[in-house]
């Protein structure tokens, strides 16, 4: 009881272990691994990334009325989830274009709020892509 009582006298002087987030931001890790980007000019459309993706984060899913532009690029469009990407980097690797195409960057996703309907966005973009 005595140690009990010590570590709580001596905790009053100590600093939180916890943060004030999001006032305080989380600091990052130095090996954080986080966001894909997309380079579009450098795609060739290969879709390996997106089945490489274990979530199903990256779909490319058909554009309704491709412009000639898009013709050229399969009438395709990328789209990221970056609620559902689990950062493994695994597009990346099965990307015949890293860096030009697709890479990690250290940035993190913005937070989410409730009117951004983040879920309802990607079931659509789902079913457009399973009917295709
Ligand atoms: S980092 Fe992993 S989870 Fe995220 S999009 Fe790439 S393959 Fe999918
Ligand atoms: S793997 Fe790379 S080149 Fe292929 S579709 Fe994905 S981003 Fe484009």
């Known amino acids: 009881m005595f140690t009990s009582l010590f570590k709580a006298f001596t905790n009053l002087f100590k600093k939180p272990q916890t943060l004030d987030y999001p006032v305080t931001p ?11 980007e997309y380079g579009e000019e450098s795609c060739i459309y290969c879709l390996k990334c997106e089945k490489a993706c ?3 984060a990256i779909l490319f899913v058909k554009t309704d009325n491709p412009s000639q532009n898009e013709k050229n ?3 395709q469009e990328y789209n990221y989830n970056p609620y559902l ?5 695994e597009c ?3 990307c015949p274009k890293p860096q030009e195409a ?3 960057s250290n940035k993190k996703p913005d937070i989410a709020v409730k009117s951004d309907d983040v879920n309802t966005k990607w079931f ?3 079913k457009r ?4």
């Open 92 to 94: 990346v690797r099965a």
């Open 73 to 75: 690029k399969k009438g």
């Open 124 to 126: 659509e973009l789902e």
């Open 102 to 104: 697709l890479w990690q």
């Open 85 to 89: 990407c689990i950062y493994c980097g």
């Open 26 to 36: 989380i600091p990052k890790d130095k090996e954080y691994r986080g966001l894909i």
């Open 54 to 56: 274990p979530p199903g």
């Open 129 to 132: 892509h399973k009917e295709q």
